[in-house]
């Protein structure tokens, strides 16, 4: 018997060892595989885009609903996209919490560019609450 438990005490410390091993080989090529991406990243020559005149203006249609707890979130990271003509539209569509008292009362207005508006509209399937924000560089 205490043969048996200490045949299995060294399988088990070994297979512990070899396991740790292959996680830390995974881990070194991973490493080494996100090292070499980024510096392929970093050789492409992405700044022309916001210094050209001739890169079209882009509209982000954002739908939310019931988006109470992450709209401030969702929005600020919107806006963190580095483009030179960016529009944000937040549609609420419907929403039965607090989404949209979330959007009016988010800094992201003020601070990341001019609300143009944040409006009510009718539609045939109930109401549409649209929130516009315009950003340019």
């Known amino acids: ?6 045949i299995s005490n ?9 396991s740790n091993l292959a996680y830390l ?10 090292t070499a991406h980024q510096q392929r990243l970093q050789s492409h020559r992405l700044p022309w885009i ?14 939310a609903h019931n988006e109470e707890k992450s709209i401030r979130v969702a929005v600020r990271n919107l806006f963190e996209l580095d483009y030179p003509q960016l529009e944000i539209i937040v549609v609420n569509d ?4 607090r989404t949209l ?4 009362m988010s800094s992201v207005c003020g601070r990341s560019g001019p609300c143009t508006s944040l409006k009510r509209r009718a539609r045939p399937c109930g109401d549409c609450t649209e929130a516009r924000w315009t950003q340019d560089y």
């Not at 060294?10 to 070899?18: E, G, P, Q």
């Not at 080989?25 to 996100?34: C, E, R």
Request: glycine share 2%.
């Open 1 to 6: 018997m205490i043969r048996v438990l200490d």
């Open 10 to 18: 060294h399988t088990l410390f070994w297979y512990y060892v070899a």
């Open 25 to 34: 080989t995974m881990l070194i090529v991973a490493l080494k595989t996100s």
């Open 50 to 63: 916001k210094e050209s005149p001739l890169v079209p203006p882009i509209t982000i249609i954002a739908p």
């Open 94 to 97: 419907g929403s039965e919490d």
């Open 101 to 104: 008292e979330e959007m009016r």
